[in-house]
């Protein structure tokens, strides 16, 4: 079975400073795909990076970044030069394609404060 | 504009008093699903539909009922709701196999059943 694990529940760094939020996942596939999403206090939920586990290059989108270490089965999310608005809840997500279609993993998310 | 139209967006009922959120999406996808979202839990999946009259059961199915009788509606039902069933709910969309860029989520559904 797949599980998708975030260690850190809340979290919280100085606007202008740079954080990394930790996730990492257990799976037997090979051919996969990773996510992080954030939701803000309006609860939408946001698309933020997407990684494909066969793309040894790690995703970036502007500030946001990750680590993906296929081996060790770790894919950080790391944000740059915070700003008031990433203050949200983030949630780590992993993906896995079959015949049966696709099943998405969450984790139980990342409470993230950026301090004035 | 690509979106999935989740309404209400605000519920309170009564115990028993048997409800639907409605779910709606605009880009042909082959693939929806429901997910609850509780503090400490994450989302989990309720049902999930891989096409047109295709549904199967998630992790948490008990309590619920979905229907997909066309490609982009894909309603939860709750027939007899109860207080554990207080939550917020997401309906997500996506495409089908590789090249595929997860899910696009609905607004999100709070629920209070008394």
């Known amino acids: 079975a797949q599980t998708v694990t975030q260690s850190q529940p809340e979290m919280s760094v100085q606007e202008a400073e740079t954080v990394t939020l930790s996730c990492t996942y257990d799976?037997?596939?090979?051919?996969?795909?990773l996510f992080w999403y954030k939701q803000p206090p309006s609860r939408q939920m946001i698309l933020v990076i997407r990684?494909?586990?066969?793309?040894?290059q790690n995703a970036t989108e502007n500030r946001f970044s990750v680590n993906f270490q296929k081996a060790a089965k770790s894919f950080s999310l790391k944000i740059s030069d915070s700003q008031l608005g990433d203050t949200a809840m983030y949630f780590c997500?992993?993906?896995?394609?079959?015949?049966?279609?696709?099943?998405?993993?969450f984790g139980t998310g990342t409470s993230l404060t950026v301090i004035p | 504009e690509a979106q999935v139209t989740q309404n209400p967006r605000y519920l309170i009922t009564v115990t028993g008093k048997k409800l639907t959120v409605t779910c709606s999406q605009n880009?042909?996808?082959?693939?929806m699903s429901w997910y609850r979202q509780d503090p400490g839990l994450g989302l989990r999946q309720i049902y999930y539909?891989?096409?047109?009259?295709?549904?199967d059961k998630g992790d948490v199915p008990e309590g619920y009922k979905v229907s997909r009788k066309e490609k982009r509606n894909f309603p939860l039902i709750l027939e007899s709701p109860s207080p554990n069933q207080t939550s917020l709910y997401f309906c997500?969309?996506?495409?089908?196999?590789?090249?595929?860029?997860?899910?696009?989520f609905g607004s999100g559904t709070r629920l209070t059943v008394v």
């Open positions: 997500a992993f993906m896995r394609i079959s015949r049966t279609g696709n099943q998405f993993y």
């Open positions: 539909s891989m096409n047109v009259e295709v549904t």
């Open positions: 799976t037997s596939e090979n051919n996969y795909y």
């Open positions: 880009m042909n996808h082959e693939y």
């Open positions: 997500a969309s996506s495409t089908l196999g590789t090249g595929n860029y997860g899910y696009t």
């Open positions: 990684q494909e586990a066969y793309k040894q």
